[in-house]
């Protein structure tokens, strides 16, 4: 079926079912940002395939609401599905709740899946809804139209030892035991996958560059249960939840356990789907917070540290190799953008201790490297050659880390204004990478000082400046971010975050220029604690589009000293005509 023939079949399942609009949210029960294939609901009925955004359906219209990404992308894949575009967080874009308000009858129901809705959405939508006398009910009518929509992964799952995790599990449940009982807590739900697997100290493959896998967690002040698929286990797995006095339960038996639960003070994060709360709801008390262990995850231990510090030269190698043989290459045998992140791949497996992506490689030559998260399909994608230039956004998993890096260059002639773009966007990456702050900082307090460069030009870039980056795990984490959104979360010592200005000519260009930071103390002095970022990402830029009469010197010679360390901990891997090319990339601006 075509999106379009889709949504007319959504449409007939909801006035068999007397609802008048349903929501479509791209989430899985885990409240994943990448999905398992089996829950990416919103991508099949769309054909919108970003990883933000979330689609409505009434009896007679449709909108997809999804941010700043995805506004090129977006329009391109909604093409002839009848679902039209809304650009969140635009002056002039309505709320989406108001907007359901607004378009269908009083008295009027609407519906989504409460095991793909958070519990904040739906309080929200409970709320406004009922407001207005009109009716919120779970009912997920995408499992009547969607027959063919895969079942859960078989992939195993397997030990991350302490000597990558750096704490052991049964350390990790004691300190989330201590966080419950000052919130007075006798119960706690782990449901992001991201936080089950590193509480657990393992990993899996259940989700496409995420080593995670399905399962969830409750922690009583006696018991820790891991409700997973018990025959993808592996021995070594096993053996680590016995050690570590964890109880392993199947993975269906989840919600009619949370059923048995009366009496207590549960703590459970806002962002776990309805069902959740449904299942607990009778005689229980909630205490609604992020889970203890998205903090402790967030702020990596030394051993952690060294990990990433290990796998930056690995993958640094891999980038300069790559590097060489894009430029070497480009205009002088067949290639296009598809078959350039196929190759990429390729250099970063012949790494130590590969085991995938960390995500689907952003390669976008001349226009569509203004599509910010643009991904190359196998067929259509656009030719390379050497004439324009071209931004390349990937990132590795090894056992021992996470990489995320951008590079954009010239494979061709670039205009002055191309150069004097990405200098400014390379300025603000320096900028923030120099900075110091007090002890106490968000990174909404950091952001500008990114965007600086570009806006004394009067421009901008439509995405965050950074992210959290997991250790040998989500490369999108929580809950620390940098970026224009009030944030409550300050920068904590042991955060690692992207560092990645942009600027984007639609129909022409794209630029990105992105390293990984994590913070670190940096001094004590009278008006209190300092911190800095350690920069962790090894991987030179490309002088030629650097206009050096715009950088001061202090920037000049972070840019000059960056490469040399690039040249003492890449030289040594490389070898011929790969390090003569090298050198000369390193050497002084």
């Known amino acids: 079926m075509t999106s379009k023939e889709k949504v007319a079949a959504l449409r007939e399942e909801m006035q068999k ?32 395939v970003g990883s933000a955004g979330f689609v409505v359906v009434t009896k007679d219209k449709a909108g997809l609401w999804t941010d700043g990404r995805y506004f090129t992308q977006a329009p391109v894949e909604l093409a002839g599905s009848g679902i039209d575009l809304f650009k969140d967080g635009m002056e002039g874009t309505p709320n989406y709740i108001d907007w359901i ?77 201590q966080k419950m009982e000052e919130q007075e807590a006798t119960v706690h739900i782990i449901s992001s996958l991201d936080d089950v697997a590193w509480t657990l100290n393992l990993r899996g493959s259940d989700v496409e560059s995420n080593p995670v ?42 919600y009619s356990y949370l059923r048995n639960f009366s009496g207590e003070n549960i703590l459970v994060s ?12 009778a005689g229980n008390t909630f205490i609604e917070a992020n889970p203890p262990g998205n903090l402790m995850k967030a702020q990596k231990n030394e051993t952690e540290l060294d990990g990433f510090r290990k796998v930056m030269v690995r993958d640094g190698v891999a980038m300069v190799k790559f590097l060489y043989w894009l430029t070497q290459n480009a205009g002088k045998e067949a290639m296009n953008e598809y078959s350039i992140g196929q ?34 399909k196998s067929e259509g994608s656009n030719e390379v050659t050497n004439d324009a230039s071209i931004l390349v956004d990937s990132g590795g998993q090894y056992l021992e880390g996470t990489t995320d890096i951008t590079r954009t260059l010239a494979l061709g002639a670039v205009s002055e204004e191309f150069k004097i773009n990405s200098t400014l966007v390379l300025q ?32 901008d870039y439509n995405h965050g400046t950074g992210h959290g980056v997991g250790s040998f795990m989500n490369v999108h984490e929580g809950p620390q971010n940098i970026r224009k959104d009030l944030n409550p979360q300050e920068l904590m010592v042991g955060m690692v975050c992207s560092n990645e200005p942009g ?69 040594p891997h490389l070898q011929g005509e790969v390090k003569e090319w090298f050198l000369q990339l390193v050497s002084p601006l």
């Open 213 to 254: 896998f399905l399962g969830y967690i409750i922690i009583t002040k006696n018991d820790a249960i891991l409700f997973t698929d018990l025959d993808k286990m592996d021995v070594e797995a096993r053996k680590q939840m016995d050690e570590s006095f964890v109880k392993m339960m199947p993975y269906e038996d989840f």
């Open 343 to 376: 190759k990429l791949r390729e250099f970063r497996a012949a790494g130590e201790n590969f085991v995938g992506e960390s995500f689907g490689s952003i390669i976008g030559y001349k226009n569509n490297g203004a599509v910010i998260h643009y991904s190359a």
């Open 428 to 459: 603000g990456m320096i900028r923030l990478s120099m900075v110091k702050f007090p002890k106490g900082t968000k990174g909404v307090q950091l952001d500008a000082i990114a965007r600086l460069p570009l806006w004394m030009n009067g421009k």
């Open 270 to 281: 806002p962002n776990s789907n309805q069902s959740v709360f449904e299942a607990l709801k």
């Open 101 to 177: 308000i607004s378009e269908i009858p009083s008295n009027g129901k609407v519906a989504v899946n409460a095991l793909a809705t958070s519990h904040s959405n739906w309080e929200l939508l409970h709320q406004k809804l009922n407001a207005k006398n009109l009716t919120l009910v779970d009912l997920p009518l995408l499992k009547e139209i969607w027959k063919e929509r895969g079942t859960p992964s078989k992939n195993p799952i397997y030990t991350h030892p302490i000597e990558r995790a750096g704490k052991s599990v049964s350390d990790k449940i004691s300190v989330i035991r």
């Open 17 to 48: 079912n007397n609802i008048d609009a349903f929501i479509v949210y791209s989430a899985d029960p885990h409240m994943s940002e990448y999905l398992p294939q089996e829950w990416q609901e919103r991508a099949w009925l769309s054909g919108f």
């Open 503 to 571: 600027y984007y000519v639609e129909g022409e260009y794209g630029i990105r220029h992105e390293n990984l930071i994590a913070v670190k103390e940096s001094e004590a002095t009278a008006n209190g604690i300092f911190y800095e970022f350690e920069t962790l990402t090894i991987c030179p830029f490309f002088k030629d589009t650097v206009v050096k009469e715009l950088l001061s010197s202090e920037e000049i010679n972070w840019l000059n000293t960056y490469h040399k360390t690039c040249e003492e901990k890449l030289a």
